[in-house]
């Protein structure tokens, strides 16, 4: 599961940064795929064209009914890699289950597909499987999990559109699936419990879309636990909030929202970045997760094992061997909300120890031609590096949810 895990991985994130033509990206991810509202897309999609069928479970990458055996049925055990007395000590951190998770969470992947056209099928492939549990799988630990199929604009499309070539990827037909997905969900399975949206990239611009445009002011609103669209801009109005969703403050709030982009502390996101930007349509929202959670900026991330983008394997401390698909350095990486003229970012420093054997750095930087591509900041590890807190938050939010239900 290991070797699958890292070749995959490191496929898929070549696969999403290595432009058509070898021309140069001039804008990232989002600005080519995700940045579109429902509206605007919709003016480019046929009438005819209908959405997936939700009903039908092998459209579902995880559903309850079908764990254990679907994408979310990865190994996510960790080995934890800390210092007791001036040595380095190891040991595995397995995960479990919750048992009855009193809420849902319901989750977009982003850009993941290898397909060869502007939209995916609605045919897993390994990339869409292994980003999903590297992504979202943990959060078992606090909800039952729920995260549909959907024909999203794939890597080609997005390549294509980075080189300004004529593509056929229609983000409204990825938008009008999600819809789909989240209107059955709501009917079939939801049956009054709280849900927590779940978000990375495209994925969170879908959801920052039906947020905006199907929950927020309709009854669905009363069962958002929280809503956490990763690794996008998310604009606030001059109230702080997006679309009157406030931000979260504490891991108890709920009905609120938690979205962010991140960025190496020593390496701010230049002027032309998309991630965090400030606009007119509002200050870009950063809600830190290692302060929403408790535990005053220090991340509890879950690193993969697996190579980086130049191929090279990441080395946690030296003479220790990671054999788990995951590995946790405790106190290495802090995380801070900053703002500037231009943006609003998540700031990831490294507090690396000389004096002992662990690792001073970390891994997460697209890099393009051999070169860091600064724009993109760490949004291949956006949800990676806050992973513990983002769960931690939504144990606590469950909590909340049932006891003020409880009645």
């Known amino acids: 599961m290991k070797l699958m895990f890292a070749a995959s991985l490191l496929a898929l994130t070549l696969a999403a940064c290595q432009p058509a033509q070898e021309a140069e990206p001039a804008v990232p991810e989002t600005d080519a795929a995700e ?68 809420i849902d969470c319901f989750y977009v992947y982003p850009t993941a597909s290898t397909d060869p056209g502007g939209n995916s099928d609605l045919i897993a492939d390994p990339a869409e499987e292994i980003t999903v549990g590297a992504q979202f799988a943990r959060f078992g630990e606090a909800c039952r999990l729920y995260a549909p199929m959907y024909r999203q604009v794939t890597l080609a499309g997005l390549r ?70 990763t690794g996008i801009t998310v604009p606030a109005g001059e109230d702080g909030t997006f679309n009157g969703m406030p931000p979260c403050d504490t891991a108890s709030d709920t009905g609120c929202i938690i979205a962010y982009s991140s960025f190496r502390a020593e390496s701010p996101p230049p002027a032309s970045s998309f991630f965090g930007l400030n606009s007119p349509a509002g200050k870009a929202l950063c809600v830190n997760p290692a302060m929403v959670s408790g535990d005053d900026g220090v991340l509890d991330a879950y690193l993969s094992t697996g ?90 939010q469950s909590a909340a949810w049932e006891a003020s239900h409880s009645e």
């Open 35 to 102: 940045t579109e509202t429902v509206d605007e897309a919709a003016a480019e999609t046929p009438a005819a064209v209908e959405a997936a069928d939700y009903s039908v479970s092998d459209n579902w990458l995880c559903l309850p009914s079908k764990a254990g055996s679907d994408a979310c049925a990865n190994d996510l055990s960790a080995t934890v890699i800390d210092v007791k007395d001036g040595a380095v000590v190891t040991d595995v951190e397995y995960y479990e289950p919750a048992s009855e998770p009193a």
């Open 307 to 396: 190579p980086d983008m130049t191929g090279k394997a990441p080395v946690f401390a030296e003479g220790v061997e990671v054999e788990t698909p995951f590995a946790k350095v405790p106190g290495l990486l802090t995380a801070e909300c900053v703002s500037t003229d231009t943006h609003n970012y998540l700031a990831i420093t490294a507090n690396g120890d000389p004096s002992d054997a662990r690792t001073d750095t970390f891994s997460g930087d697209v890099v393009i031609g051999g070169m860091v591509a600064r724009d993109w900041g760490l949004h291949l590890i956006d949800m990676h590096v806050p992973m513990g807190n983002l769960v931690k938050i939504v144990k606590a």
């Open 160 to 229: 294509a559109r980075m080189a300004g070539q004529e593509t056929d990827a229609d983000a409204a037909l990825a938008a009008a699936d999600v819809k789909a997905a989240w209107d059955y969900y709501l009917e079939n399975y939801n049956d009054g419990r709280g849900v927590v949206l779940v978000g990375h990239s495209q994925g969170s611009g879908v959801i920052r879309d039906l947020l905006a445009s199907d929950i927020i002011g309709t009854p669905a609103q009363d069962l958002v636990v929280s809503a956490m669209p």
